[in-house]
């Protein structure tokens, strides 16, 4: 039984076994094979996750950032991959990640023919994945267009090229019908490259918006990151998911300011903003409960009858967000009283 009196708030508060059934859910999705998964740690960035991830024999990663590749490394990860084409310091730290951490392997992406140069010039038998446009147009060169790529890759001394990487970010229709015509759609420039390349290339795809169609595909390599902790938003978009939800935003109510609203200790600083004022909270206990607005430290609730509410009551929410509603915190709490430090919400641990 937690006691919420003696959690800190405004604050996270997760819950392990939650965390460790999302884990045992996904690994099921692809018949109990941890080969088939290679989650992206941005949601949680933290080394108990990673631990407990690793515990289920998944052994391949993605980062985003090099303090989530070092965060990997810490414990040995055997293999992460690196979700971003490195380019002036990233470039230089990134292959100190690899000098200074021997027992993981890293590799990186690649779309572009002068980052590929650049790498091969400081690299030693260094891995790149392709990073292919499916749709999405944030990162990566279209399918189609990728075979010089590729050829040059191959040919490079220093570059070993190991797999493709195809996320599909902007594939989030609620119907899951829906979501598996549109993979079928932005996906036929991959399937046509696919027979001209090496059959031995790994295939990183999609996310966890995507993870239900791509799971059934045995040559694949899944990457979903949400998974971990979930959120409302995908809660909502996804409900064919028996994910759970794993961490709760803690508040305190800190004062009565009218007969029908309260203002608590949880603002825009302590749960990610970037969405609708209706889109960032859902109260657990109070579903009719509104947040009307924020400021850094404050949120105003519109609750009905404000009589019903004292100073220091806990409020306990679901982020809509998780993934940039961790980065604002320095540690996520359970209920034993430990605490999981985001370490990588740094964007520099050692390297």
Not at 181 to 206: I, M
Request: one cysteine or more.
């Amino acid at each position: 039984m937690i006691n919420f009196s003696n959690i800190e708030s405004p604050g996270l508060l997760v819950n392990p076994e939650i965390v460790k059934k999302n884990i045992q859910w996904v690994l099921k999705q692809v018949d109990n094979n941890p080969a088939r998964l290679r989650p992206h740690i941005k949601t949680h960035k933290t080394r108990e996750v990673n631990q407990l991830l690793l515990a289920a024999g998944i052994t391949k990663f993605k980062a985003a950032t090099i303090a989530e590749c070092e965060l990997l490394a810490l414990d040995e990860a055997p293999d992460v991959l690196l979700s971003m084409q490195p380019t002036g310091t990233t470039l230089s730290r990134y292959i100190a990640l690899g000098e200074k951490y021997p027992n993981t392997s890293f590799a990186c992406l690649l779309d572009d023919e002068q980052a590929a140069h650049a790498l091969n010039a400081v690299s030693n038998n260094q891995r790149v994945f392709i990073d292919l446009n499916m749709g999405m147009n944030r990162t990566g060169i279209k399918p189609e267009d990728s075979l010089p790529l590729i050829h040059l890759i191959e040919q490079l001394p220093n570059l070993i090229l190991s797999g493709l990487h195809a996320y599909d970010g902007h594939i989030r229709d609620v119907n899951i019908e829906d979501r598996q015509k549109h993979v079928e759609l932005d996906f036929q420039s991959f399937y046509a490259l696919l027979p001209q390349v090496r059959n031995d290339l790994e295939l990183v795809v999609g996310g966890t918006p995507s993870f239900l169609v791509h799971h059934s595909n045995p040559s694949y390599v899944c990457s979903p990151g949400t998974f971990v902790f979930f959120d409302t938003g995908y809660a909502k978009l996804y409900p064919e998911s028996s994910l759970e939800l794993a961490v709760q935003v803690i508040g305190r109510i800190i004062s009565i300011p009218t007969d029908h609203t309260i203002s608590i200790d949880v603002g825009h600083k302590s749960v990610a903003p970037e969405n609708g004022i209706d889109n960032r909270l859902q109260f657990i206990n109070h579903p009719d409960w509104k947040l009307m607005s924020q400021s850094e430290e404050h949120g105003i609730v519109e609750v009905g009858d404000s009589s019903t509410c004292q100073i220091g009551d806990i409020v306990r929410m679901f982020p809509y967000h998780i993934c940039p509603t961790v980065a604002l915190h320095q540690y996520l709490q359970v209920g034993d009283g430990s605490v999981w430090n985001v370490l990588a919400r740094n964007r520099k641990i050692t390297i």
